[in-house]
């Protein structure tokens, strides 16, 4: 029997649903956390951002702590076939519902506008 068998493992579920959904070419990845999603420095949301905008966001550790994995995991999942990637607020009542359902949903929408312009002009 393995040593590691008999500790915990430690295995982050954002990192993981990210490689599945690349592997699975999902067109969309949706991570629920208990925020509403990527805010500002005044604790506004960010319904939308391109990748850059989040890229330069981590660089200005305006996004910290607990959200560097889940937003790490989302441009994972951007870098492969997932068309976008969304992350809401997920003890809100019918988050994921009004996420899809509606036009404007209610977490953080995360695109790559150069993936973007490529399939619209291909």
Do not use: W
């Not at 991570?31 to 939308?48: A, Q, V, Y």
């Not at 607990?66 to 009542?93: F, Q, R, W």
């Amino acid at each position: 029997m393995c040593e590691c068998l008999d500790k915990p493992l430690n295995i982050n579920a954002d990192t993981n649903s990210a490689e599945i959904a690349k592997e699975l070419h999902a067109d969309k990845l949706i991570i629920m956390t208990d925020t509403d999603g990527i805010l500002d420095e005044n604790g506004n949301l960010f319904p939308s951002l391109d990748r850059e905008q989040v890229e330069e966001m981590l660089k200005k550790q305006t996004i910290s702590a607990g959200m560097i994995p889940k937003v790490k995991a989302c441009l994972a999942a951007l870098e492969g076939n997932v068309k976008k990637v969304h992350i809401i607020n997920g003890t809100n009542a019918h988050a994921l519902a009004m996420e899809i359902f509606t036009e404007s949903g209610i977490g953080t929408e995360i695109i790559d506008c150069k993936k973007i312009y490529k399939m619209k002009h291909a």
